[in-house]
């Protein structure tokens, strides 16, 4: 069974930085391509950043580029978001998921950025 499970959200200040993390488990993990999205209220879920399993090939929303790094630990089963230069339209529910297994999603971390 596929289960997904989020932490290191928290409140940060405008500038700052923050790591959060997923661990999945019930796949093998280092054969899947990972994403984060993000939701924040009254607005739809957005892709965030993907990582490929076969390159490592990274890709971002043009909202976060520059700013956000996301990678992978695959002897954990552990996918990172570093995000760095944090702003208030970050403020989200962060979510990871697996895009060919894209049913199952974990609680998700709140990040909020705010002075």
């Known amino acids: 069974q596929v289960r997904i499970v989020e932490s290191g959200g928290g409140l940060v200040q405008p500038g700052g930085s923050l790591r959060i993390s997923c661990v999945i488990t019930?796949?093998?993990?280092?054969?899947?391509?990972m994403t984060w999205f993000r939701q924040a209220p009254g607005k739809e879920r957005e892709l965030v950043a993907q990582?490929?399993?076969?390159?490592?090939?990274?890709t971002y929303a043009d909202s976060v580029k520059g700013r956000f790094t996301i990678s992978r630990d695959n002897a954990k089963n552990t996918l990172i978001l570093q995000m760095n230069k944090l702003k208030y339209d970050d403020t989200a529910m962060y979510y990871c998921?697996?895009?060919?297994?894209?049913?199952?999603w974990g609680q998700g971390t709140q990040v909020t950025v705010s002075s």
């Open positions: 998921n697996i895009p060919s297994l894209n049913q199952y």
């Open positions: 019930g796949i093998t993990f280092n054969l899947y391509d």
């Open positions: 990582l490929n399993y076969y390159k490592d090939e990274e």
